[in-house]
């Protein structure tokens, strides 16, 4: 480990030496272990690392946030004052003038039964004892910065009544109104669509750097780390292995893990990608077929308004040839998950002809015969790893459940068939005896991709299915469905909001946006060169090397209404 | 974001001797006590030592002796034996209406949660509907109507029960199905049922459990109370609830025991349903889910 | 905002009639369901000959199509002309309006101390340290084993022989002397129902404490005590306020063993002598207003609800 910084006069945050252990079932477990961080005022730190890295633990330990039992050592030396040895009175006065935190996802975070204003303006009058209507007008000011425009309006209503982003914008609001000089960012971004994460995210860095404020942001994305923070403190197993400066990440990163990560994580690049699948053989019938698909929604947007409909997709049409690789893109909200749930039965369509190896299903009730039929052409796998298996089922139960089932192999040869399918995902038979919660989360997608192709499809429909792993995780899936698809040629629909994934594996991409199909084609003509404005902000907004968040600042958050 | 951990396998041992060790004392004890009042309710004609409705004059409110273990009541009849046979009563009543109501229950939670749509509301209102009428109002009702005994508050009893089952299950059940496991389940093309009766009610069982449990529990302070009023069993039955109420009377006198005992069994064996449940529930880390 | 709120008030009342009303039909037709001809049930366990029988023939209006003896019953019970019970042969409204004010009065007692002692015991069972918690759950673990008439029994033991400092039995007289009555009677009823509510408290708070936007709070600088009051406890009302609503209407019915364990003169002594004596008509006027009560509770409870987190009030539609 290397440290940059020095004390100096205009060190801002000094850990020395930061050693955490929480309590658990058996006995404490040491989280996090000699970690070092010096941050001079106005600098900002990029924490990076997977789950379970402790980077989480270590932003709460700087303000002393850690669980009842927590057991800390090292020394933490926050604008003079020593953290961990400061007394109550004295740590609140610290927590509410010198340091904010920004969490990740605001709306557990802010109390939902009270006003936003009341939110904002809480600290500032209760521990900086401002006077209210100060506070209120400090607090306008700051949303106008941060693009809250009708400031008034918005501090009356109450937290569920705002979208996500406008949310986060909030929370910055009121990390900035205290005027301190540290922020703590714990993945703030991190539940937020791309194009929202883009403008948060420059709204956070743009206010950061305007007002000379240090600040230590944790990300899992090493790119977006890259584009706002100065240097890179790379965290793995508790420790840090590796600090970089952020100019030039890839190249002059020189620590294994640091290497892995890059080079886990797939870029928009088309030159860097993998020629994926096999060259085109549009004469062949395509194996999927979607004609004008529909689906439309009955909601009472209010009480008191009529019904109306809401379209939540809108004739959509497409085609998936044997053996190919079709993603559909969008940000939530899109439609695209919809379209997947109609394409295998879980959602009724409004309209429309889904034709799967010759066979048109309509939006008739179909009989168990027919989608047991079905479920032999067309799987799908979900993004939950953690709920997608059934807990009480072992993996080899849950495998031969497939195979009995449908009866396309002969019983004999049934458990040597699940013993095949084990193998082919890169588990073992240790894994085949294991229920569910003994599995991580990669291991248990592993057996939902097993599960999937253990009906012989044709299509493999895959929802999301990495959003939530962690980068080298997601990494190993990858290739392994990219191997899948060379050794029994299905075709793959890759359903995801992940550019630099899906220009990785896919040949041709869809991208919808609010139930339509705004562009579509082979992925490297659509992401060198989109045509349409939507596609051309969805790529923008990917994190990338030299890339930096840019701000809409002609689009002023107006009447977003409800969530 | 998920994190990587080993796997491990471990090693099945006898699943009662595993659900003992991982027992609390308190709760081993309260399982014992609850054993010890079960067995005593099936072979109560094999241990307790007198008959408990024959009047001995000569006996009445005798103290504690050879024979009379616990002492005898206003008639002279041994208390013990009273308590021995009331378990019988006591315990068999709400056995009555747990094993009534957890199937109309389970299945109307199932009905809802699956079909989802109009079955839903229906079920839903209905639910709502009967949950207006409080158990003990549903049970006096029915002996105005029927006339007291065993049955009427029973039956009136697991109709009351079931809406508040049907509720809870029926929140954990669409919780359980909306899980993605089902979905992949339904696009594998298996049936209802199966997924139903193979994945669902498994996963279900401990909440299952737990919510008859409470059932028994609260039944059994129902119908003692029924009892107490004498709208259930008749004395000169041996019943918990008869027994209060009929040694109350006797408690201004200065002869507390025969209402005391019975109350206090009463009292003893719901403590204990309730200990364990508990202690289940926090097993299968079920304490969200409102009771 | 407003649109939102009359939709929703709307929608509360609207259910409540239409219980009422299903109820209210449901006790009726208790009349039908029960065994033997309409009549004889109504003579309840008095054995009328002919004469009587054809009396009350006329005067119940037996011989009227069923819906319309239900309108009529139903416009009786609004105003206040309930019939007469040939069981006890005065006017079903005298026999109420005799009583009612006592069972009211216990209701309210009994409920006070749920409300009272049991949030204050779950409170503090949250905050407070290993020894008020251990204490306040033993405590809460055998009151809700303890039924009314167990609990009735125990005090009966205690102060009658020995303590004297409650009367046992009677309603008492003049608004002091009542509650002097109904002391007693109202911890019976109320103890298991405040164990209830002690523990759901406990366990809302609990939640409450390790909420996330708690954290927020803190990482602020706020005062512990600031944070307890503003952010757990208002956030732990509303699950608190729905089991106190639940438990306060279930007091309704409770009231038939109170009153009859320690001979209070009341709607719920009544209840249980009516059924003894098989007198539908009586039982079923105050199971239609203990019925009534529970759910009127119920919607106010809501409706309190509903002011605390107004995320209440939207309506949950889709398709």
Known sequence: MNTTGSVTATTILEVRDLGVRLPTGEGPRQIIDGVDISLAQGEALGLVGESGSGKSTTLRSIVRLLPKGAEIDGRVTLAGADVLTLPDPALRRLRGTEVAVVFQDPRVHINPLRSVGDFLIENLVDVQQRPRREAESTVRDILRSVGISDADRRMRQRPYELSGGLLQRVMIAAALATGPKLILADEPTTALDVTTQEEVMAILDEERRARGLAMLFISHDLDLADAVCDRIAVMKDGTIVEELGAEGLRQHATHDYTRALIAARPTLDPAHTVPAGQPDSSTDEPVLSVRDLRKVYRVRPTTGRAREDFVAVEGISFDLRPGGSLAVVGESGSGKSTTAGMIVGLTRPTGGQVVIGGESYANTRLGAKQRRARGRKVQMVFQDPYSSLDRRQTVRDCLREVLDVHGHVPVAQRDDRVDELIAQVGLTSTHARSLPRHLSGGQRQRVAIARALAADPSVLILDEALSALDVSVQAQVIDLLVRIREETGVALLFISHDLPVVAHISDEVLVMHRGLVVESGPVHEVLREPREDYTRELIDSVPREGWTPRRRSSRLATNQGVS | MTELSKVAVRKRQPLLLRRFATMTPLIRIASAVLLLIVLAAVLAPLIAPHDPTTPNALDSFGGPSGSHLLGADASGRDLLSRLIYGARLSLAGPAVVVLLMVPVGVLLALLAAWRGGITDGVISRVIDILFAFPGLILAIVAVAMFGAGFWAPVIALTVSYVPVLARVLRSVALKERNLPYVAALQVQGVSAIRIAVRHLIPNLLPMITVQAGVAFGYAMLDLAAISYLGLGLQPPTADWGVMVSEGQSSVIEGFPQESLYAAVMVLVTVVCINLIGGWFAERHDISEADL | ?319
């Open chain 3, 1 to 319: 905002m407003t649109l939102a709120w009359a939709g929703f008030l709307g929608r509360k009342v609207g259910v409540l009639v239409v219980t009422l009303l299903i109820a209210s039909l449901a006790i009726f037709l208790c009349l039908y369901l029960a065994p033997g001809d309409p009549a004889t049930v109504i003579a309840g366990g008095t054995k009328p000959n002919p004469a009587v029988l054809a009396h009350i023939r006329l005067e119940y209006h037996l011989d009227d199509p069923w819906w319309q003896q239900y309108l009529r019953w139903l416009k009786g019970v609004v105003t206040g002309d309930m019939g007469t019970s040939f069981v006890y042969h005065t006017s079903v409204a005298s026999l109420l309006r005799a009583r009612a004010f006592s069972t009211a009065l216990l209701v309210m007692y009994a409920g006070a101390i749920i409300v009272g002692v049991g949030v204050a015991a779950g409170v503090m069972s949250s905050l407070r340290g290993r020894f008020a918690r251990t204490i306040i759950n033993v405590a809460t673990t055998i009151a809700m084993g303890a039924p009314t008439f167990v609990v009735a029994v125990v005090l009966i033991t205690i102060f009658s022989t020995g303590l004297s400092w409650f009367p046992i039995y009677g309603s008492g007289s003049g608004l002091l002397g009542r509650l002097d009555h109904l002391t007693l009677p109202a911890i019976a009823l109320s103890l298991s129902f405040l164990a209830y509510v002690a523990s759901i408290t406990r366990a809302a708070v609990d939640e409450e404490k390790s909420a996330e936007h708690v954290d927020t709070a803190r990482s602020r600088g706020l005062r512990e005590r600031l944070i307890t009051r503003r952010h757990v406890l208002r956030n732990a009302a509303a699950p608190i306020l729905t089991v106190s609503g639940i438990s306060v209407a279930g007091l309704f019915s409770g009231t038939a063993v109170a009153e009859q364990a320690f001979g209070v003169q009341g709607l719920g002594s009544l209840l249980v002598d009516a059924a003894a004596k098989k007198d539908l008509a009586v039982v079923q006027m105050i199971s239609l207003l203990m019925v009534a009560a529970f759910v009127i509770v119920n919607v106010l409870v809501d409706t309190i609800n509903a002011v605390l987190d107004p995320r209440l009030t939207m309506e949950r539609g889709r398709a």
